[in-house]
């Protein structure tokens, strides 16, 4: 396991990690910024849909998170590097954060929806090519979306495996 160094005390360390914010983030005001500027009209952090996602596209049931890479592990996962100080307790936060992604993703797909997760450093870095693929994601979506609704109008019947069954 490779460790990342830490330049901090652990008081400075602890502060800074505090003021870490979970909502409105910088790379999720470029991503606003950037799927406006493509007229695209979205909820933020929209608490009806399960896991809160970063941007919902209710009509195309599309849910956006933008992932921070530090809590969602982006390093651990690429490749293998904890945090110097404290790297079990790390570790283990991000196997949690990772299975509540995938926990959310699973809920989410099951329930009809698509799911798109773009990382923070990516989406500071090259926010139009972020949004552009929200754009292709959410064309995607509006074809499937369009075959469905034509083979329910063809055959009624053919949703009926899902949910209740019909007596």
């Known amino acids: 396991m ?3 160094t830490d ?45 809160k996602p970063d941007f919902v596209f209710p009509a195309r049931r599309l849910a956006v998170f933008v992932d921070g890479d530090f ?14 100080t404290n790297a079990r307790f790390w ?6 954060n990772i299975a509540r992604d995938r926990l959310v993703e699973r809920r989410l797909r099951r329930n009809g929806w698509s799911v798109l997760r773009l990382w923070g450093s990516d989406v500071n870095r090259a926010p139009k090519d972020a949004a552009d693929a929200v754009l292709k994601r959410l064309k995607r979506r509006r074809s499937e979306l369009v075959r469905r609704s034509e083979k329910l109008r063809s055959n009624p019947r053919a949703d009926r495996g899902r949910g209740r069954q019909p007596q």
């Open 91 to 96: 570790i283990q936060k991000f196997d949690r």
């Open 71 to 84: 809590w969602h592990g982006r390093s651990w996962i690429e490749n293998g590097a904890a945090p110097a």
């Open 7 to 51: 330049m901090f005390d652990p008081e400075t360390r602890s502060r800074i990690m505090r003021s870490v914010r979970t909502q409105e983030t910088a790379a999720e005001e470029r991503l606003a910024t950037a799927l406006r500027r493509l007229a695209l009209r979205f909820r933020r952090n929209d608490s009806r849909v399960f896991g």
């Open 2 to 4: 490779v460790k990342m």
